[in-house]
Nanobody, 122 residues
Framework: QVQLVESGGGSVQAGGSLRLSCAATGYTYRSPCMAWFRQAPGKEREGVAT????????SYADSVKGRFTISRDYAKNTVYLQMDSLKPEDTAMYYCAAGPTFSMLKGAFGIWGQGTQVTVSS
Protein backbone atom coordinates (compact mmCIF):
# COMPACT_ATOMS: atom_id res chain seq x y z
CA GLN A 1 0.00 0.00 0.00
CA VAL A 2 1.46 3.33 -1.09
CA GLN A 3 1.00 6.34 1.15
CA LEU A 4 1.73 9.93 0.16
CA VAL A 5 2.48 12.85 2.47
CA GLU A 6 2.74 16.39 1.08
CA SER A 7 4.48 19.33 2.67
CA GLY A 8 5.79 22.76 1.74
CA GLY A 9 2.61 24.74 1.21
CA GLY A 10 2.13 28.22 2.61
CA SER A 11 1.39 31.83 1.84
CA VAL A 12 3.47 33.90 -0.54
CA GLN A 13 3.16 37.13 -2.47
CA ALA A 14 2.73 37.18 -6.22
CA GLY A 15 6.03 36.61 -7.99
CA GLY A 16 7.37 34.48 -5.16
CA SER A 17 8.32 30.82 -5.05
CA LEU A 18 7.43 27.69 -3.11
CA ARG A 19 8.60 24.09 -3.29
CA LEU A 20 6.17 21.33 -2.49
CA SER A 21 7.35 17.88 -1.46
CA CYS A 22 5.55 14.55 -1.57
CA ALA A 23 7.11 11.62 0.26
CA ALA A 24 5.93 8.17 -0.83
CA THR A 25 6.09 5.05 1.32
CA GLY A 26 5.07 1.47 0.59
CA TYR A 27 5.16 -0.53 -2.66
CA THR A 28 5.99 2.48 -4.83
CA TYR A 29 7.21 0.33 -7.74
CA ARG A 30 3.59 -0.45 -8.48
CA SER A 31 2.87 3.26 -8.93
CA PRO A 32 5.70 4.55 -11.08
CA CYS A 33 3.91 7.72 -12.21
CA MET A 34 3.56 10.66 -9.88
CA ALA A 35 1.62 13.84 -10.41
CA TRP A 36 0.55 17.07 -8.80
CA PHE A 37 -3.03 18.28 -8.94
CA ARG A 38 -4.70 21.34 -7.51
CA GLN A 39 -8.21 22.31 -6.56
CA ALA A 40 -9.43 25.83 -5.91
CA PRO A 41 -12.72 26.45 -4.04
CA GLY A 42 -15.68 25.79 -6.30
CA LYS A 43 -13.53 24.38 -9.09
CA GLU A 44 -12.68 20.92 -10.39
CA ARG A 45 -9.43 19.24 -9.43
CA GLU A 46 -7.00 19.78 -12.28
CA GLY A 47 -3.68 18.26 -13.25
CA VAL A 48 -0.67 20.54 -12.85
CA ALA A 49 2.34 18.34 -13.63
CA THR A 50 3.09 14.64 -14.06
CA UNK A 51 6.24 12.55 -14.19
CA UNK A 52 6.54 8.89 -15.16
CA UNK A 53 9.57 6.74 -14.38
CA UNK A 54 8.90 4.11 -17.04
CA UNK A 55 9.09 6.42 -20.01
CA UNK A 56 11.10 9.31 -18.57
CA UNK A 57 8.50 11.88 -19.51
CA UNK A 58 7.01 14.90 -17.82
CA SER A 59 4.04 17.02 -18.74
CA TYR A 60 2.64 20.31 -17.51
CA ALA A 61 -0.63 22.15 -17.68
CA ASP A 62 -0.44 25.11 -20.04
CA SER A 63 -1.18 27.48 -17.16
CA VAL A 64 2.04 26.54 -15.34
CA LYS A 65 4.47 25.80 -18.18
CA GLY A 66 7.72 27.69 -17.73
CA ARG A 67 6.93 28.46 -14.08
CA PHE A 68 6.56 25.07 -12.38
CA THR A 69 8.99 22.14 -12.42
CA ILE A 70 8.30 18.58 -11.29
CA SER A 71 11.25 16.48 -10.20
CA ARG A 72 11.85 13.20 -8.41
CA ASP A 73 14.42 11.94 -5.95
CA TYR A 74 14.23 8.16 -6.36
CA ALA A 75 16.55 7.48 -3.45
CA LYS A 76 14.19 9.34 -1.14
CA ASN A 77 10.98 8.25 -2.92
CA THR A 78 10.01 11.89 -3.06
CA VAL A 79 8.53 14.04 -5.79
CA TYR A 80 8.83 17.82 -5.76
CA LEU A 81 6.99 20.68 -7.37
CA GLN A 82 9.07 23.84 -7.67
CA MET A 83 6.71 26.75 -8.22
CA ASP A 84 8.19 30.06 -9.38
CA SER A 85 6.62 33.34 -10.48
CA LEU A 86 3.50 32.46 -8.54
CA LYS A 87 0.24 34.21 -9.36
CA PRO A 88 -2.91 34.72 -7.29
CA GLU A 89 -4.70 32.28 -9.60
CA ASP A 90 -2.31 29.54 -8.43
CA THR A 91 -4.04 29.65 -5.04
CA ALA A 92 -5.44 26.18 -4.34
CA MET A 93 -5.08 23.00 -2.36
CA TYR A 94 -2.31 21.00 -4.00
CA TYR A 95 -2.43 17.21 -4.02
CA CYS A 96 0.16 14.61 -4.83
CA ALA A 97 -1.00 11.45 -6.62
CA ALA A 98 0.51 8.11 -7.64
CA GLY A 99 -0.60 5.72 -10.37
CA PRO A 100 0.44 3.25 -13.06
CA THR A 101 -0.06 5.39 -16.17
CA PHE A 102 1.26 8.63 -17.65
CA SER A 103 -1.66 11.00 -17.41
CA MET A 104 -2.90 14.40 -16.32
CA LEU A 105 -6.39 13.07 -15.60
CA LYS A 106 -7.41 12.58 -11.98
CA GLY A 107 -9.21 9.34 -12.83
CA ALA A 108 -5.88 7.71 -13.73
CA PHE A 109 -4.60 8.01 -10.17
CA GLY A 110 -5.82 5.88 -7.32
CA ILE A 111 -3.54 7.03 -4.52
CA TRP A 112 -3.71 10.54 -3.13
CA GLY A 113 -2.08 12.58 -0.42
CA GLN A 114 -4.00 14.74 2.03
CA GLY A 115 -3.14 18.00 0.28
CA THR A 116 -1.21 21.14 1.15
CA GLN A 117 -2.58 24.66 0.83
CA VAL A 118 -0.89 27.27 -1.35
CA THR A 119 -2.08 30.86 -1.09
CA VAL A 120 -0.71 33.59 -3.34
CA SER A 121 -1.59 37.18 -2.53
CA SER A 122 -1.45 40.08 -4.96
Amino acid sequence: QVQLVESGGGSVQAGGSLRLSCAATGYTYRSPCMAWFRQAPGKEREGVATSCTMIGRTSYADSVKGRFTISRDYAKNTVYLQMDSLKPEDTAMYYCAAGPTFSMLKGAFGIWGQGTQVTVSS
